[in-house]
């Protein structure tokens, strides 16, 4: 099993490893018999069962983890308030009652497995339940501003933040370093302080690398967590255990031919067996639906002191709530059932053969679901087994489980939609009336779209409802949050592209300031940008994405053109005798400085450069903070790869790219290539006055930034230094 992956797994508040098992439990000791470097985490406010075991693993928030000894000491409280402290500033809020500490541990662990293995792992898979997925959320920021290169994948089983922590946004964001995300939130949860966060609270950062799959089950807190004696409510237990097992070997904390592990079951809360557990295949796991709602009263028993509102807006999270629980029961009848699938949901089928395929699938419907064939029948319409006409298709306003929010043009309008929509509603202080006109607007646009029955003609109705909710906002508040996100909406690529053709275009005609090799290259651009915007077999919006790549790069060829050519270039300047001209090569570069700057949701290279080395110096100040604190408890050194004479030079080269980005530069590759290179030098002068010439954690940032601008040129790397 390859080494490059770590595990971690949080427990809930008051579970501790001796004295509660559960499926984290469970997987934790899977993936550390397969050598996976792993790490379990007993919960908040957790007890040991006995004093032998507390005093191996304590209550957390009560001790330091040292990793160069795999021991956790006991501390006094002032050293635990500096450790909070720290992590305070670290992450900008404070965690919460042990959790702080926790992260500590987690920071320790990972600075412990690149000192000893030379780099970061590729991926750090995150598994967490209740409080412990929350911890996990928080951990996912930190591992992003420390470590932004490394993929975190995320599974979260109940994520609950706890009462006046669920408004943090390092709680409720998913940050861009994620991978992959899965979820299962339960509808049936009561008491009052257990409101979780779920679908649509989560602010996703990067809709088009994260693949997202959050599911809503019948039942309680924990019922997901374990089987029972009850079979009556065992169905939700046994399709988190297979999708667990699923998730694990796709992100590599166990390797693709490990056995499934046994269920865990509960007799009572110290008392567990196990049973032997199966890879459910797509028909059975749609049995196990259907049986789950056969015994839907058994999940949903208990006094409603406080109703989830998944629970109550439930239908929002299913194609057909009449039918289904959840997305992934709907997707499940969809292969299972391909031609009833397309008859009465999706428009396909229009001719004798689907029509006797379509009955072929109902009456294997009726032999085996008799009483979901019953409800369906009546959902659908169909009486003494007469088949009604195919219905229209509806568009669901989420893509399938497992995919990116963001593919195409129809759902990268929807997304951000949608998340303008719900970070106002859950996350924002601005409940106006010209505001709840807007919602409305945006809403209504995505009832039409769903309605319609193309996803070109839904695109269009989104765009429309972007355009009238933009203008309308711009008039009456538009300094307000949502002004701000439609108004980077409401320019759609096609108006992009035609504002950068008539730019060129016009600088070709009239700039007498350019050479003819660069008014050369502008009209090959021009005709560039003419055959991207014919070309229809290109969604919208990824047209957009491919022009920003094209300005990226206009700078340094210009520049390179205006260099080979000096002296006719000075001559040609020297023509020019208009005090203030309309068309000059600075204005020229400034305009398409301002073509290529990041758009929705979207990064310069600087910012992401800039990350980098703002991560160095985190880790550097986190070593020198723990070293600070805790070198009086136990013996901790610094790792050699960290220097103040470093962290004020990665201060420095991020002071540079930060101000390029402040001007429009941020994608500039000359520029970028030149703060690169000045830093480099500095580094290498450093090396020469402290004697050290063995290549540091700074040297490899640079190294990598650099990297990533060579893909990004059409030059040779020596014109590109030259330059």
Partial sequence: MPNNVVSFFFLGTACHRSCYQDALTHFYNKVSEEKTPARLFDGVGSVAANAEEGEKNPTPGLYFYNPETDQKILIAGKTLQKVRDLMHQMQGCLAGEGMDELLLEAILYIEHYINKNGNAPEAINLHGYSRGADTCM?????????????????FLIEHVAGPGRSEDPSSYTIPPNVAKFESATMLHEYKPGFDPQDRDRYVVSNARKTQMSTKVYPGWHGKAMYLTEDENTNHVPRLLHDDFFRFTKETGSLPADAPVPNYKVMHSWTDYTECEAKVLTDKERFTEYVE????????????ELNV????????????????????EHWELFEKLYPNLS???????????????????ELDNLKTNYPKFYHVFCKSCGIKDDKIPEPRKKLLFPYPRLGETLVSDDFSFLQHSILSIINYHVHHRNENTLETRVVISILQEGLKQAKASNSR?????????????????????????????????????????IDEAMTLFGE???????????QITYLKEIYEKLKDLKKDSSIPTYEKLRQAKIIFREMPLILKQLKKDNYPEYQHTRSLHILSN???????????????????????TLAQTMAQRFSAYQKRTEFWKSVHKILSTVCPIKIPPFFSTDSEIL?????????????????????????????????????????GNFIKEELDKIIETCRGEIWPEIDISHAEALRA
């Fill in 292 to 303: 789950m709602q056969k015994h839907w009263w058994f999940y949903s028993k208990g006094t």
């Fill in 650 to 690: 990665a201060k420095e080269i991020q002071d540079k790219l930060d101000k390029l980005n402040k001007y429009g530069l941020g994608d500039n590759l000359t520029a970028l290539l030149n703060v690169l290179s000045d830093g480099e030098k500095k580094l290498h002068g450093l090396y020469k006055e402290t």
């Fill in 308 to 327: 989830r509102r998944v629970l109550i807006e439930h239908r929002k999270y299913v194609q057909n709530l009449e039918l289904f629980v959840n997305q």
């Fill in 456 to 496: 070109e003609t839904a695109t269009q109705i989104l765009q429309k409802a972007i355009s009238s909710s933009s203008t309308f906002l711009s008039q009456s508040e538009p300094r307000s949050y949502m002004a701000r996100q439609l108004r980077k909406l409401s320019v759609g690529p096609e108006q992009f």
């Fill in 507 to 517: 600088n070709a005609r009239y700039n007498r300031s350019l050479h003819t090799t």
């Fill in 138 to 154: 928080r951990l996912a920021h930190l591992l992003y501003s420390m470590y932004p290169d490394v993929n975190v994948n995320m």
């Fill in 581 to 603: 001209p309309p068309y000059t090569y600075k204005k020229l570069i400034s305009s398409i400085n301002r073509l290529s700057s990041p758009g929705f949701g979207e990064l």
């Fill in 342 to 360: 397309d008859w009465f949901f999706n428009n396909n089928s229009q001719n004798n053969e689907n029509d006797e395929l379509v009955k072929s």
